[in-house]
């Protein structure tokens, strides 16, 4: 009896230890998904402690950008982070998008010369998915005053003055939405699902 019950005790101890029978923290049970997963097992994902929302962001290469041919390199950027790319276009701009899209700014100094910049060639419009993407496209794009980008980001390695400084992105989910609608018609965007999904996310 007494035997009986030390071995009883012992073989819940070494469940406890072993973590047998307990809750897994969510990066356990991540790490675990993504385990099977990598077997091929049909698990459905696990939800992540830090998962952020999926946002859609509108990038535009300007036509600086497109006339020093870093099309490719930008797009190249963006798809080896693994944001999801639903939208792209070669575009000349009208006056009119253009105040419509930069309205904050028409009223300052520098206006005039954004516009004629703008309207020097065609652009490269955008539309990027994935967690987070206006804030990391942000990132990735660096300071809007290419002497304060970062080296690494784009503005930081191929550009050196403020008016002349490659791309745009959304600044906030909200006006990435009014932006896509600007530039996109609905027809032109695409829902496709990215065959990279399970690798790029948890
Ligand atoms: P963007 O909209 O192009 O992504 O740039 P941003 O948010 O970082 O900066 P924003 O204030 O929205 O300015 C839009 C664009 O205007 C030109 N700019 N020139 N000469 C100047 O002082 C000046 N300041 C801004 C830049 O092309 C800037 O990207
Ligand atoms: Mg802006």
């Not at 007494?2 to 307990?22: I, K, P």
């Not at 923290?25 to 993504?34: D, G, L, Q, T």
């Not at 190249?76 to 419509?100: D, H, I, V």
């Not at 954004?114 to 794009?141: D, H, T």
Request: with cysteine; proline share 4%; aromatic share 8%.
């Amino acid at each position: 009896m007494f035997l009986t019950r030390v071995l009883v005790l012992l073989v819940a101890r070494l469940a406890v230890v072993s973590g047998f029978g307990m809750v897994q923290p969510p990066i356990a049970a991540s790490m675990a998904a993504s385990r099977s997963a990598t077997r091929g097992a049909a698990t459905a994902r696990a939800p992540s402690a830090v998962r952020m929302a999926m946002e859609r962001t509108y990038i535009m290469i300007k036509p600086d950008g497109v006339q020093r041919g870093l099309v490719g390199e930008i797009l190249q950027r963006f798809e080896k982070r693994g944001y999801q790319l639903k939208g792209l276009k070669l575009y000349t701009a009208s006056e009119e998008l253009l105040r419509q899209h930069y309205k904050d700014l028409v009223e300052k100094k520098f206006f005039p010369d954004l516009l004629s910049y703008m309207l020097s060639g065609p652009v490269c419009c955008m539309v990027w998915e994935g967690e987070n993407a206006v804030k990391m496209g942000r990132q990735m794009l660096g300071a809007t005053n290419p002497q304060e980008s970062q080296p690494g980001t784009i503005r930081g390695d191929y550009s050196i003055v403020v008016g002349r400084n490659i791309c745009h992105g959304s600044d906030s989910p909200e006006n990435a939405e009014i932006e896509i609608g600007l530039w996109f018609d609905e027809d032109e965007l695409c829902a496709w699902e990215s065959h990279s999904k399970d690798w790029v996310y948890e």
